[in-house]
C-alpha cells in the first residue's frame, strides 16, 4: 500500500488495515493470489516490515495476515485440504514472519481458517489452544 493511500485512508477516519499479507506467492492458490509480495521468504518479511512501518508512520495500525501461513493449495482457504494434514512441526517456519513483525510492534494478527486436528478439532480462527 502506498503512502498516498495510506494518507487518504487516514483522512476518512480509518486508521487500521488488513496488511501485510505474509503468506508466500507460488503462483498456484486462489487464497492468496496477488495479495502476497513473493515466493521469497526474506524478500517477503522485509516487504512486510516495511508495510507495517510505513503503515505505522501514516498513523494506520497493521494486521499481519494469515497465521498460520497458507500453503501452496489452490482451494479456497477454508476448504484447502492441505491444512488437515499438516504437521504441527510445521508451525515453526510459520511464526517466524510474526515473531519478527511483533518485534518491530506488529499490533494484530488475523487467523486462518486451517485445521491442525492433532491440536485442536476446531479451525485455527475458533480455537482457544
Known amino acids: ?12 477516519g480509518i486508521d487500521m488495515s488488513f496488511a ?11 487464497v492468496i493470489g496477488d495479495r502476497a509480495y513473493t515466493p521469497q521468504r526474506r524478500r517477503s518479511l522485509r516487504l512486510a ?3 507495517m512501518q510505513g503503515m505505522r508512520a501514516a498513523g494506520m495500525i ?17 476448504q484447502e485440504s492441505a491444512g488437515r494434514r499438516r ?3 510445521e508451525l515453526a517456519g510459520d511464526l517466524l514472519p510474526y515473531q519478527r513483525l511483533i518485534a518491530n510492534g506488529l499490533s494484530s494478527i488475523m487467523v486462518a481458517h486451517v485445521l491442525f486436528p492433532q ?11
Open 1 to 12: 500500500m502506498r503512502l498516498a493511500a495510506r494518507a487518504e485512508l487516514r483522512a476518512v
Open 20 to 30: 501485510p499479507c505474509v503468506d508466500l506467492d507460488y503462483g498456484v492458490s486462489e
Open 62 to 78: 497493521a494486521t499481519a495476515k494469515h497465521f498460520p501461513r497458507a500453503r501452496r493449495g489452490g482451494r479456497r482457504l477454508a
Open 119 to 129: 491440536m485442536d478439532e476446531a479451525p485455527a480462527s475458533f480455537s482457544r489452544r
Open 87 to 89: 504437521p504441527l512441526a
Open 49 to 51: 516490515v516495511s508495510c
